[in-house]
């Protein structure tokens, strides 16, 4: 008898529409990275997205440097940080920092039309998981202006966000738009700054609460993007928390890595390397280029299509650069499907 091969339907944009098949959650990690390069130039009036190298300048807190009696140059503020964190000496200049980041941060605003955290919100379904590292109030503010389309993913703040606030008597991490919980007790901020050789995320409860939920989305997911984090020695604590949720590699030999960055690819790959197992992985220079701009909402069924029934897959990507009008309108029947399904 001869044998068949079944020959896989042609991968259109219609049947990527309607095959919602997976339960497993896309994970994403944002860095530092991405919202740089969501906001190149700056929030809705300007205001530059600090890195690591500039943190001090953009900030502007060359003043308390020299209070702290801190040399040129200012490349490494996490480090510079941990350093006058533990001196007791120094506990006035570190609250006056503590102050100063926030309320830089605080002052961010969205700019008025879709921007890449949109796009990426929009990309995602409620089964998947957003986890940051930035403390700016721009994903949670993404969330909040396209709720009304679609349910967005998970959120979890890995280092706090001057966007969230809780109520240590009901347990809950609430808008710090809002000034009171339900409760009646006023809404506290979230701490954002950490030494970054004694970071302690069990110490703050919200924060704990945060990591605990990525290690479970991590076990149980079928992509994880990594988008603009680097992974850095410093922070130990971080890559030991996301490695416990990852789990062992040969346990990973199915499950796709993504890397979203400008950097050298095998830097990259030496950065990630407990993570990926064998060829499971791809780098991407930039996020329009990525499995969720280019399958949004089907990431996960896309890879699955190329990886597993091996279909040749073309990309099927939103207008970038439009009105939420056009956008939301872009996004509808994809969403629909989801609902009918």
């Not at 929030?43 to 020299?66: A, C, Q, T």
């Not at 996490?78 to 006056?96: H, N, W």
């Not at 009901?170 to 339900?182: A, D, T």
């Not at 990525?214 to 984090?229: D, S």
């Amino acid at each position: 008898m001869l044998a068949y091969r079944m020959i896989p339907p042609e991968y259109t944009e219609e049947y990527e529409i309607k095959h919602v098949s997976f339960g497993r959650p896309h994970v994403v990690l944002l860095g530092a990275g991405a919202s740089y390069a969501a906001f190149p130039n700056g929030d809705k009036n300007g205001r530059k997205l600090p890195l690591l190298k500039d943190f001090v300048e953009v900030i502007g807190l060359e003043h308390l440097m020299s209070e702290a009696n801190i040399q040129l140059p200012f490349d490494d503020f996490e480090a510079i940080y941990s350093r006058i964190a533990l001196d007791p000496d120094l506990t006035s200049v570190k609250g006056r920092i503590d102050t100063a980041v926030y309320t830089y941060f605080e002052s961010l605003e969205l700019p008025e039309g879709p921007t890449l955290y949109d796009h990426l919100i929009l990309s995602l379904r409620r089964k998947d998981v957003i986890a940051t590292f930035n403390w700016d109030p721009f994903l949670w503010n993404a969330c909040h202006r396209n709720r009304s389309t679609a349910s967005p993913p998970s959120i979890l703040f890995l280092h706090g966000s001057v966007a969230i606030g809780r109520c240590d008597n009901c347990k809950i991490v609430l808008s710090r738009s809002q000034v009171h919980c339900k409760c009646g007790r006023a809404i506290e901020p979230v701490p954002i700054l950490f030494p970054v050789t004694k970071k302690n995320y069990n110490s703050d409860a919200a924060i704990a609460a945060h990591w605990r939920n990525l290690q479970r989305a991590l076990k149980e997911c079928w992509a994880f993007t990594i988008f603009g984090y680097s992974a850095p020695k410093t922070d130990v604590e971080a890559v030991a928390l996301l490695k416990e949720g990852w789990g062992r590699v040969n346990d990973r030999n199915l499950e796709e890595i993504e890397i979203i960055d400008i950097k050298n690819e095998d830097s990259l790959r030496a950065s990630w390397d407990q993570f990926i197992h064998t060829h499971h992985y791809t780098v991407k220079r930039s996020y329009f280029e990525s499995w969720l701009a280019e399958h949004p909402r089907r990431s996960c069924e896309a890879i699955w299509a190329q990886n597993m029934d091996c279909m040749f897959i073309q990309p099927f990507t939103p207008p970038r650069n439009s009105s939420f009008e056009q956008l939301h309108a872009w996004f509808k029947p994809r969403i629909d499907a989801e609902s009918a399904g």
